[in-house]
């Protein structure tokens, strides 16, 4: 069996990934889960993470597992996040611009290079696609826009004034304001995307109901054991809300409501 927690798996909070891990491991063999891996899975692209053969754990962005990863993966359950732009199990994606922009709002950056992480990012891609869609008229918005392949980078071409602006997951400008504080020198957050459903935990789609129920029920004793509280801290963790496959359907819908009006693309 395999598991990862890919998602917000920064270096410098890698050591208590794994202890939450650890945890999650010991919930499993103690609710009579016999195969459990000991040590996580990093591998270098997420996708190989949520593939089967094998699938016991992972975290997986939302608008992926309701597209492309509808048939292979099973929602398990949803962490709440301590961070500016989370509410329980939803969160939202930070605009982020140079602080010395002339920007006041989303639509003073018509015109702008806009840089995202990944086309099936919700946080990066589908998110300020939807908060575009309303003021880009059917038109093109940006000038142009530019692939980085992850958060971090977004924020550096900004940074670098390569591109003008990115939406970055809120969880993540946290956990690099927190730890990483210098990456995010001369920046600033313009405004916040619609609240939409946090990153799931998944396994694999021919999981039991009653495997999954298993699982859910190890993470939420882990969630709550008095020796992580540490470990949740760094994490930003602060909760736990079982969730479905339709709990990730308002991503499609912001998703068919950009294209409704004439915008389907990040452009």
Aim: glycine residues 6%; aromatic residues 6%; negative net charge.
């Amino acid at each position: 069996m395999r598991a990862s927690l890919p998602m917000y798996d920064l270096p410098e909070v890698r050591d208590h990934t794994d202890r939450l891990w650890t945890a999650i491991a010991e919930e499993l063999h103690g609710l009579g889960v016999a195969d459990v891996p000991d040590m996580l899975e990093r591998p270098a692209d997420h996708h190989d993470a949520w593939r089967p053969p094998g699938l016991l754990l992972s975290q997986s962005c939302g608008y992926p597992v309701a597209t492309a990863l509808r048939d292979v993966v099973r929602v398990v359950a949803t962490p709440h996040y301590a961070a500016i732009g989370c509410d329980g199990p939803r969160y939202r994606s930070a605009v982020v611009v140079r602080a010395s922009s002339r920007a006041a709002s989303l639509d003073d950056l018509r015109g702008t290079v806009c840089a995202f992480n990944a086309g099936d990012s919700h946080s990066g891609y589908n998110a300020l696609r939807a908060a575009v869609a309303p003021i880009a008229n059917g038109r093109p918005f940006f000038s142009t826009t530019i692939g980085t392949g992850a958060h971090a980078a977004s924020i550096a071409v900004v940074r670098d004034r390569r591109a003008d602006v990115c939406a970055v997951d809120c969880v993540t400008w946290a956990l690099l304001s927190r730890y990483r504080p210098s990456s995010l020198s001369g920046l600033a957050v313009l405004a916040h995307t619609e609240p939409a459903p946090g990153l799931p935990f998944v396994t694999a789609g021919d999981c039991s109901d009653a495997a999954v129920e298993t699982i859910r029920n190890a993470l939420d004793r882990a969630f709550s054991r008095p020796d992580l509280a540490d470990t949740r801290a760094a994490l930003l963790i602060g909760g736990l809300s079982v969730s479905t496959l339709d709990t990730y359907v308002p991503l499609l819908e912001m998703e068919r409501a950009a294209v409704a009006l004439g915008y389907p693309d990040l452009e």
